[in-house]
């Protein structure tokens, strides 16, 4: 039993009256009791940091890699992060500015999930040759396809700036005043960092702002698509399976990194060279067993794990269930659309992931929140700090009343954030709205003479709205966004106050006498002209003044810009001000506990910087009478095999090496191991990141979390919280063996660590 699940049983023993032991005690015991528990709650969360916590790979040695080696590691920190010799951080990239990848070759060779690299295969992909449904393997370089816009970025060292960062700062600055004062240090720091011209920086706030990093980085832009599975194997189970477990999803896809001759970065030429790294993974065959050392390293995107309770509760209570029933509507509309017509399968494919993939996650973590007592916790937590702050004359002049503060705002946030959610997600989902935005964008750029204000810069804006809105409809269908359109609005009126609803939108229904029918078609403001290409498009042909005179009279643009305007006056400036006060709150309530709780070491929230998290492979008990084993296999797929479904199909080439049991070298014991789980603490942007052995040698790709674990951004439980990765040999087995891509294989470097 782990001392989480010590602890909670322990509450509910103490607290809930399920012993006779209980019985016997006075209330006075109680009080003791209870602080008794608040403290082994402090040293859970301590000792729980084996599996908790997103860590800067440059305070390893200091922080983390005696209590990593006690979990089985056999490297040292320098071989995870060296800015002097080659280490495993060399082999890791930021890929595309959205998820992880890292070389596995000396040939600049690099993986990532499938559905990080999902939109290059979508894109290059037609009727013709359907790259998603079949897959897509180069034989040789000359036939690997290239991505503009995608790249990936290595980092060469990261530096401790804080005291350069923070330099003139003093707490009686507005929030403001210090972000600018900031700003123009973080200008200064970038501009004097020692780099070559190739290479880049950026400075990021930690802690909520108590502390500074600077990061030097190498982008490469000429990155292309080598190799990817069909979407039967690199996304089996589609939306059932979706940050489920058990999991069977061979969720990966292959790049190559491309230099100049010189090796260094260069923007795509045909004269270009693949990339010789400082550093490519080694790739075990051995698998893991329960309990084996397990590190990912990658970007992970954005946790709060410091969140007051109030924050925790409203996330649970209001903003989750908001978004989930928007996000439910339009998924329903989609996917209704795609059962139909495998043209708008494929133009949505990725749109219908990118808003299933929250819409899902939110879901679970409204339920881990709950299981795990998440709000009650962090009360015992608060309790314990406001006791210590009392007790101590200095924290109470100090922080005394922050936890009073933090109550009152966010009872202010509440409905604000609530109103930003409505915008944000019902607009973000009604593509016309883009197709104004951009138009609106040209009509505010366009000055009253025909000149750019302040420029000659028009034509070149004329020219990548075009491109933007081309790009758009190759992947559009004016019939989904219609529908869209009239459902969504309709949440949008239906479900918010009316002060802040759009006039012009109720006047709109008003003057149809749709007050108790409240879903309006873009026939009202005369939108549908607005959803052809042909129309659109055909505007850029038009003399640049006649152009501007159509959209200003539109009545679709009208409507998006009261919308906006409505939001902004009614919201936007109401939800900044009180979410300045909370950014200051947080950052105070920040360095206040890492002053209350000397004994606790703590680590940053996620920012999409380099991290490492470290745990041990295994499985978990979510509810009551099921229990999860830690691996899946081959035989699960067969299991779940559902001939002709969209989601459990199964190619006849994978049927076939199934049943003949041919899986060469990456089969163990007569099976083929598909995924495993481990407690190692991830994220979004951490798809696609490396799973490490205890020797620094690849055992798996991390692609997703459990469900019932994704409040682990903002609550981590390790009872409960496990990331699941596709096994490497399975990666290969599909390489190899499935797409007869094996001269890939061949160019990495396999070990058998376990035999040593």
């Known amino acids: 039993m782990s001392m989480t699940e010590i602890l909670t049983n322990n509450r509910n023993d103490y607290f809930h009256g399920h012993t006779m032991w209980q019985k016997k005690i006075k209330n006075k015991h109680m009080k003791h009791i209870r602080h008794f528990l608040i403290a082994l709650l402090l040293l859970v969360r301590t000792v729980a940091q084996a599996d908790e916590g997103m860590w800067l790979p440059l305070l390893l040695g200091k922080l983390n ?45 690099v993986l990532t999930n499938h559905h990080c690299g999902f939109d290059a295969v979508q894109n290059h992909s037609s009727l013709e040759h359907n790259y998603i449904r079949d897959g897509f393997w180069a034989k040789n370089n000359s036939e690997e396809l290239t991505n503009p816009g995608l790249f990936v970025t290595f980092i060469i060292r990261i530096e401790d700036v804080s005291s350069l960062a923070l330099s003139g700062v003093s707490a009686t600055m507005t929030e403001r005043e210090r972000q600018s004062t900031i700003d123009k240090n973080m200008t200064l720091i970038r501009s004097n960092a020692k780099k070559e011209k190739y290479q880049d920086s950026f400075v990021r706030g930690f802690f909520e702002g108590n502390q500074y990093y600077l990061f ?20 089996f189970g589609k939306d059932t399976d979706n940050w489920m477990w058990p999991r069977h999803t ?66 649970m209570t209001v903003n989750d269930p908001a978004k989930i029933a928007i996000r439910e509507k339009a998924l329903n509309i989609i996917d209704g659309f795609m059962r139909k017509d495998e043209q708008i399968k494929i133009q949505y494919a990725a749109k219908y992931a990118g808003i299933q993939n929250s819409y899902k996650k939110w879901q679970g973590e409204i339920m881990g929140l709950t299981s795990t007592n998440a709000v009650g916790k962090k009360k015992m937590y608060e309790a314990e700090f406001q006791k210590r702050v009392n007790a101590n004359p200095q924290w109470k002049a100090m922080y005394g009343s922050l936890l009073n503060d933090l109550e009152s705002a966010y009872a202010e946030f509440k409905p604000y954030g609530l109103a930003r959610d409505y915008f944000n997600e019902i607009i973000s989902k009604i593509e016309v709205f883009t197709i104004a935005s951009r138009l ?23 020219a990548a709205a075009k491109a933007a809105l081309q790009d758009l409809f190759a992947e559009y269908n004016a019939d989904v966004d219609n529908k869209l359109f009239k459902v969504l609005m309709g949440l949008y009126v239906k479900d918010q106050p009316k002060k802040i609803v759009s006039p012009l939108l109720l006047q709109g229904i008003a003057s149809e006498g749709r007050e108790n029918n409240e879903e309006p078609g873009l026939v009202l403001f005369d939108g549908e002209k607005f959803t052809q290409e042909n129309f659109v498009l055909g505007l850029f042909n038009k003399p640049a003044g006649e152009m501007i005179g ?24 109401k939800l900044n001000e009180i979410q300045a006060r909370i950014n200051k709150q947080n950052r105070t309530y920040m360095q206040a506990q890492m002053d209350v709780f000397k004994e606790k ?21 979510p509810r009551d009478a099921v229990q999860y084993g830690f691996y899946t296999y081959l035989d699960g797929i067969m299991d779940k095999y559902k001939p002709g479904d969209y989601e459990f199909d199964v190619p006849e080439k994978l049927q076939s090496l199934y049943s003949a049991k041919d899986y060469g070298q990456y089969g163990s014991k007569g099976k083929m191991p598909v995924c495993f789980i481990a407690r190692n603490h991830t994220t979004g942007g951490n798809s696609g990141s490396p799973a490490l052995d205890a020797y620094g040698n690849l055992v798996g790709l991390n692609f997703d979390r459990v469900w019932e674990g994704t409040m682990s951004d903002i609550n981590y439980d390790p009872s409960i919280c496990r990331n699941i990765m596709v096994d490497i040999r399975y990666v290969l087995f599909i390489i190899d063996k499935f797409a007869g891509a094996g001269h890939l294989v061949k160019e990495m470097k396999l070990v058998h660590p376990k035999r040593k």
């Open 65 to 109: 890699e005696k209590q990593m080696k006690s979990l089985g590691m056999k490297i040292s920190a320098k071989d995870i992060y060296s800015i002097n010799s080659g280490s495993l951080k060399d082999a890791i990239v930021s890929f595309g500015g959205f998820c992880t990848g890292e070389v596995i070759s000396n040939k600049g060779l």
């Open 250 to 315: 061979g969720d990966f896809s292959m790049f190559r990194i491309y230099a100049g001759k010189d090796n260094k970065p260069a923007d795509y030429s045909p004269d270009n060279v693949p990339y010789v790294p400082k550093r490519s993974l080694s790739i075990s065959l051995d698998g893991v067993a329960e309990n084996d050392f397990t590190m990912v390293f990658g970007f992970p995107g954005r946790t709060n794990e410091y969140l007051y309770s109030a924050a925790v509760e409203q996330i």
């Open 550 to 573: 159509i959209i200003k009279e539109s009545k679709l643009v009208q409507l998006y810009n009261d919308i906006v305007k409505t939001y902004q006056q009614q919201v936007q400036g």
């Open 440 to 462: 609106n964008a040209l009509a505010n750029a366009y000055g009253e003479t025909g000149e750019v204000d302040g420029g000659k810069d028009f034509p070149a804006k004329l």
């Open 216 to 235: 030097i980085t190498e982008t490469y832009k000429d990155v292309r698509l080598v190799g990817a599975p069909p979407a039967s194997i690199g996304n």
């Open 601 to 621: 070491t703590f680590y940053p929230d996620a920012n999409s910087t380099l991290r490492v998290t470290y745990g041990n492979v295994k499985g978990y008990n």
